[in-house]
């Protein structure tokens, strides 16, 4: 692998057992799970930064970081690094990496472009110039080049510009690490894997008592709570990864990986249901735990929340209700007050959780959240919010002042 370091100075690190930098990217408000995650696979020198954590480790760390971590949406790997003052010095310095050592003449690449600079305001247009000076080297030196494939790319890069100062990144996941694989049908307003695993780790939830997602849709906070109570690795049912491209490949190395990781798979005790008012979206649902092999381990029912009560006994609730934006609801506010009403009556021992972008309907719930967690679904500011539950005769306990604001 090449860096450039500067300017002039090429440097070669071909051993994969080398520790070098990675960049796990996250979003944002995960950064600090997604952190203890690395940490819990071997990864050093972990630094949460925004929506990505850096950390140091060898190819085997980069194979289980894409494997084994759920709140991950890639794992980046830099390999050069220089300054540019203008689009010129951009083209000339991405024109001297001996990209022939990292990608064949017949293969597909994209680049994917960050630019936070004064010199480079467009970050489209430094990609083109990024890709230009790729294509021209490979037609120098072998009158042939590789195509652009913006979908299903055999190699991906991310060029990120801070400045004057340009890093060029592999993503060493390809298509981003929420495709878990399991995905048959999707609902109406699914949630991003990533999202909905994060949730499950941010609530605390250690998979010691029953769980619930009172308005399931296609099923991916259920899953992802069976799959993280299972220790089922995230990317089980996933089968391709940007590195399997890579020149420092190693299948073996890989292979074993995936096994070590799949023989910690346990039995989970306890109950995982869901139920939506949507027959539709139960189907669908239920399409996607059949794939995933879960149907045995998680209960989904066609009813209203109003009548599907959770599993008896202590339960961890975790739900993304409607919130206006996708879903078209006649009434939010009569619905968050009747989510408030439901949680009221699920008694002791029940944590529930909710995360939702609509501020004004989040006071209609009338608990207090113990707390509050900014997090974003998509391009939506949204809360995660923690209601500890009592039962009836500790009513009192419930503020009646309806939650208060966004912060
Ligand atoms: C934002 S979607 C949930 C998406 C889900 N997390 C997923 O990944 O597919 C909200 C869901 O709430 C359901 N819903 C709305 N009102 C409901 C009610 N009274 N009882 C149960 N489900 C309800 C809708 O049918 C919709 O599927």
Redesign the pocket.
Known sequence: MIIIKSNKELQHVSSTAKPFKMIGKTMFGLEEILAEELRAIGATDVQPINRAVAFMGTMETLYKANYCCRTALAILKPFAEFEANNEQELYDNVFKIKWEQILDVDCTFLIESSTNSEIFTHSYYAALKTKDAIVDRFKRMFGRRPTVDTENADYKFNLHIHDNKVTLLMNSSGESLHKRGYRQA????????VL?AGMIMLSGWKADTNFF?????????LIEAAMYANNIPPQYYRKKFGFMKWKEFNNSEWKSVREKADKQIREFEHEIWG????AN?IE??EKNLRFAKLHYDICLFP??????APPEGPCMII?????GE??A?DDLNA?YT??GDQFKSYGDDRTAWLITSDFRAMKSIGLRPSRKIELYNGSLECRFLKFDLYNGSKKDKYATEATTDGD
């Not at 999707?186 to 894997?193: Q, S």
């Not at 739900?319 to 919130?323: A, E, H, I």
């Open positions: 999707v609902g109406v307003a699914p949630i991003n894997e909905a997602d009172p308005m399931c849709g296609s099923g991916t906070i139920c939506d008012i949507d979206v669908q649902a009813e209203s929340f109003e009548n599907q739900t993304n209700p409607p919130y996708r879903i609801v619905l009747s989510i």
